[in-house]
């Protein structure tokens, strides 16, 4: 699970960029999976599948 919530929150960080965005699971996928593996509960699926990208993560220095 950690490999594709890892992969997910690099695919939005950089808005795909230089990943194969068929390749990534969305939010939704994961927590699906998730919870057919019993990693999540149901509420906690809920949750993963509301997750969207708020916009860019502009981490430089001075960036407006």
Avoid: C, Y
Avoid at 4 to 28: K, M, P
Avoid at 29 to 54: C, H, N, S, T, Y
Wanted: no cysteine; net charge positive; proline share 3%.
């Amino acid at each position: 699970m950690v490999f594709h919530v890892d992969r997910r929150v690099s695919a939005d960080r950089t808005r795909n960029r230089g990943v194969n965005a068929t390749e990534v699971l969305t939010w939704a996928e994961i927590a699906e999976w998730a919870k057919r593996e019993g990693l999540l509960d149901a509420e906690q699926a809920r949750v993963f599948r509301r997750m969207a990208p708020a916009g860019p993560l502009n981490t430089e220095v001075g960036a407006a």
